[in-house]
């Protein structure tokens, strides 16, 4: 009697796990196109070598590397400018689209990287999404 109800206590744990267990969600293969082209959108407003702009979107975070950009040795003001552009090409190009919904903060970060040694970051410029749905420059 014992064996069975372990063996029906086993079943129904195995079915409870597979029915409720989170289906798996569309890979970012489906945002692939869409970073593509707001790297190419990057790159043609900014004048930035194809090489320098990186792209990663993780959880509520789409986030723009300039990496040794014509800034990266230039003032605030200046890249302030420029990561208002590149927000403004993120925020348009991802702006109803479902795989985009839950991004919450743009963020464009200046990094410095050398052949040797660890990356250095600049600067990190943020832009929070706001309850009108707008990215808006988020200030420390």
Do not use: C, W
């Amino acid at each position: 009697m014992f064996k069975r109800s372990l063996a029906i206590l086993a079943v129904i744990v195995v079915a409870a796990l597979t029915t409720s267990a989170p289906r798996a969600q569309p890979s970012g293969q489906s945002r692939g196109p869409t970073v593509a082209s707001i790297k190419d959108a990057i790159v043609k407003a900014t004048g930035a070598e194809s090489g320098t702009i990186e792209l990663t979107v993780a959880a509520k975070i789409f986030t723009v590397k300039v990496v040794n950009g014509k800034f990266a040795n230039g003032t605030s003001a200046g890249r302030e400018n420029e990561a208002g552009v590149i927000e403004s090409i993120v925020a348009n190009a991802i702006a109803g689209k479902a795989e985009f919904m839950g991004i919450v903060v743009i963020v464009v970060e200046y990094v410095k990287r050398g052949s040797a040694g660890r990356p250095r970051i600049v600067d990190s410029i943020e832009f929070r999404k706001d309850a009108t749905g707008a990215f808006r420059h988020h200030i420390t």
